[in-house]
């Protein structure tokens, strides 16, 4: 399956674990975020993003790209900050979920930040990622 993992920017770590727990079982990331925020171009304040206006609208493009072409959409919250980008990803996933039938939306970890939006009915919370992998595989081995 493709997948899309969400998070906040100082999360990374995390992140990029949980992707590669994706990999290893045999999913593929559509867009791994995560590696722009080592490039030469930080974004991290307002007027970053407002001296590399093309940087951040190629990375917003990219990452919206990311959530449409993906499978199942994982959002990480055991993160103590909240994010902003990553409440977009998920809107877009939820829209996506409504009105296409896709993402399978997960929602990972112990929800250190809040938004109503992570008790959406399309919206499943699970505490591991391994729980999204395990119900992947049983919902895709089913005929």
Known sequence: MKIFVSGQINDLHNVRTVQQAFIKSGHTITHDWTSNETGAKMLETPQDKLRNREEASNR?????????????YVICTDNADCGKGMYVELGAALALAKTKGSPQIFLVGKMNHMSVFYFHPLVRRVDTIESVIKELANRNSKP
């Not at 917003?60 to 199942?72: E, L, Q």
């Open 60 to 72: 917003a493009s990219k990452d919206i790209r990311g959530v449409i072409n993906c499978d199942a």
